[in-house]
C-alpha cells in the first residue's frame, strides 16, 4: 500500500500543463496525439494476438509476435500516461510504465538477433517453395490448358456426333417422307378413276391399275406383259408409233383424244397423257399413261351440238313457216271466198278447188316447219297417254301395211300429261308409221308401250346430255320396231330437217317429232343399231289431275253475223283478205296495219265494234300490248288472236287474260266466220282455237 500510494502521490510536482504553460492548443496538440498513438498501439497489438490465434500451427516463431505485441501495448501505455500527467502529476507511475516498456523494448531486442538466420532459411525455404509453386503453377496451367483441349475435342466430338445424329435423324424423316410419299403415290394410283398404267420402250405393259381394269376390261394379271397394241385399233397404230417416237425423244405428250379398243371389242374415246419414263441414270426406259375415258362426254357433246343445230334450224323453220303462213292467208282465204261464189258447175269451180286443196296441203307443212321449230299450234289439256294411244290404235292399224303386227303395253294408270292431244296423236303415227316402214315388205312387230318413270340427274347426264329436262317424275312412251335399223351415221341426222332415206320422203317427220316433244317440256332419244331394230323413248313430265273429257260443240250451219269488226295486222295482203271475206259474212269492217292504230281506232268505235282480230307480232305496237290497251277501254271487248305461229308463253299470258278465241294462219273465210260468230255469241270469254 505504501509502494501504491508512492506511485500515485502527486503532492511534490507540477502537471505537464504548466510545463506547458497552460496553452489550451499546446495541452489539445499533446492530449489527441498521444491518444491516437495509444489507441493504434493497442489495436496493432489486439491485430497480432487474434493472428497468432487463429494461425498458431501455421505461424512460426509465434510467441515472438506475442513479445512484439507486449512491446506495443507497453508503447502505448506511457502514451496513455503522458494523457494523464497533462493534469496529474503522477510521475513515478509513468516511470513505472516507461520501466517496463523499457524492459519489454530490451528483451525483445536480445531476443531477436538468434532469430534472425532461421528466418532466413525460412526465407529461402520460402523462396525455394515459391519456385516450387511457380513450377506447380506452370504444370497446372499445362495441365489445365491440355484438359481444356480434351474438354474442347470432347465438346466437338459431341457435336460432330449430334450433327451425325440429327443428320442420320433428318435423313431417316427424308426417307420415311418419301416412302409415305411413295405409298401416297402408290395409294392415289390405286384409287384413281384414270387409268394409270406404264409400258417400256418396246410396247411391254408393265403396271396397271385398278381403273385401267373398268375403262379397258382387261385385269392387270391378264395383260401386264402384253404390248399396248392389244389397245390400239388397226387404224391408230400409225399414231401409236409416234407415241413411242416422242417417249424415246423424252417429248411428253400432254393431252391427246383418240380412240381405243376395251376387251369386249366397242370402242372408247380416250383422253392420254404420256410421260417419258427415266432410270436412275436420267435413261428413258419407258411411258406413264394417264388414261380418262370420254366417250360419254363426246356423246354428250355431239348430242349437243345436235341440240344446237337442230335450235339454229328450228329458228329459221319457223320465220319462214310464220311469213309463209301470212301469204297462204292472202291465197288459201281468196281462194275459198272464190270458190265460195261460185256454183259447182261453173268450170272455174275445179280450178278454184285445186287451189284451196293446194293451199291446205302448204298449211299442213308449214304446221309440221313449226312443229319442227317448238312453235306450233298448242292447246294445253291434260292428256292420258294410254288412253291417247288406244284411241288412234284403229287409224294406226290402217296405216301400216298388214305384215307389220302392232302391239302395245300400256300402262292402265298412267298420271296426266299437259299436252296438244293433236300434236301428240301426230307424233306416235309418225313414230309407228316410220318403224313399219324400217321393217319394210317383211313381217315383223312394232311395239308401243307407256309407263311411269322417276328421273335423277344421274339418268338425265347419262341418257339425255344437253337436254333441258328437270328431275322428277315422267311418263315414258317407247316405240320399238324389229327393222333394219340404223348405223350411227343416219342415227346422227334422222332429227335434221330434209333429211330422209325414204325415196319419196320429204324428211320432216322426225323434225316435227322432236319440236313437239321440246315444245312439251319433253325430250327424246334414239337406240338403234344396224339389223337389231329401233327404239325411240320420249320423255313428258307428268301432271297432276283428271283428263278432259271429250266434248261436242255444235256449231250453226249458218256463218252470217252482222256488226263492225276491227281487223289488226300489219300485213295489207292479209287485212284485204280478212276484210273480204268478213264483208262477205255480212261484217263492217275496220282494218289498221299496226297495234297503236287498231287501239287508237277502237278508243273512236269501242261502243260500236263487237270483236276485234288482232295479230300477234307487229311493229310499233305487238299484239299483247293492243290486247291489254284494249281490255282496259273495254274489258268485255272480244279479242280474237290470230298468228302465223303460236308462241306458247303469249298464248299463255292471253288466255290468263281471257281472249275469244285463237286462230292460226292460214285460214279459209269459212273457218274464219265460223269462230268470230263463235267468240260473238258466245255468253263468257272463252279459249276457242280453230
Known amino acids: ?129 515459391d519456385d516450387r509453386q511457380a513450377e506447380l503453377e506452370i504444370t497446372n496451367t499445362a495441365l489445365q490448358q491440355e484438359i481444356l483441349e480434351r474438354r474442347r475435342a470432347e465438346a466437338e466430338l459431341r457435336e460432330l456426333a449430334d450433327t451425325l445424329d440429327a443428320r442420320v435423324r433428318e435423313r431417316t424423316t427424308e426417307l420415311a417422307r418419301a416412302n409415305e410419299k411413295l405409298a401416297e403415290q402408290a395409294e392415289i394410283v390405286q384409287h384413281s378413276h384414270d387409268a394409270i398404267f406404264s409400258w417400256s420402250l418396246d410396247g411391254t405393259i408393265n403396271s396397271w391399275n385398278p381403273a385401267a381394269e373398268r375403262v379397258f376390261g382387261y385385269p392387270a394379271v391378264e395383260i401386264v406383259g402384253c404390248n399396248i397394241a392389244l389397245l390400239v385399233p388397226t387404224d391408230q397404230r400409225s399414231e401409236l408409233g409416234q407415241l413411242i417416237d416422242r417417249v424415246r425423244a423424252g417429248e411428253p405428250t400432254e393431252s391427246l383424244e383418240t380412240i381405243r379398243t376395251r376387251k369386249d371389242g366397242i370402242i372408247i374415246n380416250v383422253h392420254l397423257t404420256v410421260s417419258p419414263l427415266k432410270d436412275a441414270f436420267g435413261q428413258i426406259r419407258g411411258a406413264s399413261v394417264i388414261a380418262r375415258d370420254i366417250t360419254e362426254q363426246k356423246r354428250s357433246e355431239e348430242q349437243l351440238q345436235r341440240v344446237q343445230k337442230l335450235e339454229s334450224l328450228g329458228l329459221i323453220a319457223g320465220g319462214v313457216a310464220h311469213d309463209f303462213n301470212n301469204l297462204l292467208v292472202g291465197i288459201l282465204g281468196n281462194a275459198s271466198l272464190a270458190l265460195e261464189s261460185l256454183p259447182p258447175s261453173h268450170p272455174d269451180h275445179v280450178l278454184l278447188d285445186n287451189v284451196v286443196r293446194a293451199s291446205e296441203r302448204a298449211a299442213h307443212l308449214t304446221r309440221q316447219l313449226l312443229a319442227y321449230a317448238g312453235k306450233g299450234r298448242f292447246v294445253s289439256e291434260k292428256v292420258n297417254l294410254s288412253h291417247l294411244v288406244r284411241d288412234i290404235s284403229s287409224l294406226i292399224q290402217t296405216s301400216i301395211p298388214k305384215s307389220v303386227q302392232l302391239r302395245m303395253e300400256l300402262h292402265n294408270n298412267l298420271p296426266v300429261v299437259d299436252a296438244d292431244p293433236g300434236q301428240l296423236q301426230q307424233v306416235i303415227m309418225n313414230l309407228v308409221i316410220n318403224g313399219a316402214e324400217a321393217i319394210g315388205e317383211h313381217t315383223g312387230v312394232v311395239l308401243v308401250t307407256s309407263a311411269v318413270q322417276r328421273v335423277d340427274e344421274a339418268y338425265i347426264r347419262q341418257n339425255f346430255a344437253g337436254e333441258s329436262l328437270e328431275e322428277g317424275t315422267y311418263v315414258a312412251l317407247e316405240v320399238h320396231d324389229s327393222g333394219c335399223g340404223m348405223t350411227e351415221e343416219v342415227r346422227a341426222r334422222i332429227f335434221d330437217p330434209f333429211f330422209t332415206t325414204k325415196f319419196t320422203g320429204r324428211g320432216l317427220g322426225l323434225s316435227a317429232v322432236i319440236g313437239i316433244i321440246r315444245s312439251h317440256k319433253g325430250a327424246i332419244r334414239v337406240y338403234s343399231e344396224p339389223g337389231k331394230g329401233s327404239t325411240f323413248k320420249i320423255l313428258l313430265p307428268a301432271a297432276e289431275g283428271q283428263p278432259k273429257e271429250a266434248q261436242l260443240v255444235s256449231l250453226q250451219e249458218e256463218l252470217r253475223g252482222t256488226g263492225l269488226v276491227l281487223v289488226v295486222d300489219d300485213e295489207e295482203l292479209i287485212r284485204q283478205t280478212a276484210k273480204a271475206a268478213l264483208e262477205r259474212y255480212g ?92 267468240a260473238i255469241e258466245s255468253e263468257q270469254d272463252t279459249s276457242i282455237s280453230q
Open 1 to 129: 500500500m505504501g509502494v501504491l500510494s508512492w506511485l500515485f502521490s502527486s503532492n511534490k510536482f507540477l502537471a505537464h500543463q504548466y510545463c506547458y504553460l497552460r496553452n489550451p492548443a499546446l495541452i489539445q496538440l499533446h492530449l489527441w496525439s498521444d491518444l491516437l498513438i495509444g489507441v493504434a498501439y493497442v489495436a496493432i497489438s489486439l491485430t497480432l494476438v487474434y493472428m497468432v490465434r487463429r494461425g498458431r500451427q501455421d505461424i512460426p516463431f509465434h510467441w515472438m509476435f506475442l513479445a512484439f505485441g507486449a512491446f506495443i501495448v507497453a508503447c502505448g501505455g506511457t502514451h496513455f500516461m503522458e494523457i494523464v500527467t497533462l493534469t496529474n502529476p503522477l510521475y513515478w507511475l509513468a516511470g513505472s510504465v516507461k520501466a517496463v516498456t523499457a524492459l519489454a523494448s530490451v528483451s525483445t531486442a536480445l531476443a531477436l538477433p538468434p532469430l534472425v538466420p532461421r528466418a532466413l532459411r525460412l526465407v529461402r525455404a520460402a523462396k525455394l517453395s
Open 587 to 678: 261484217y263492217a269492217v275496220l282494218a289498221a296495219e299496226d297495234g297503236q292504230r287498231g287501239v287508237d281506232l277502237f278508243r273512236k268505235h269501242m261502243n260500236e265494234v263487237k270483236a276485234v282480230l288482232l295479230d300477234m307480232t307487229m311493229p310499233v305496237m305487238g299484239g299483247e300490248e293492243a290486247f291489254r290497251l284494249i281490255r282496259l277501254l273495254c274489258p268485255t271487248a272480244r279479242v280474237i288472236v290470230s298468228s302465223g305461229y303460236n308462241e306458247i308463253e303469249a298464248i299463255r299470258r292471253f288466255t290468263s287474260k281471257g281472249i275469244a278465241a285463237f286462230i292460226q294462219k292460214p285460214y279459209t273465210a269459212a273457218s274464219l266466220a265460223r269462230i268470230l260468230k263463235l
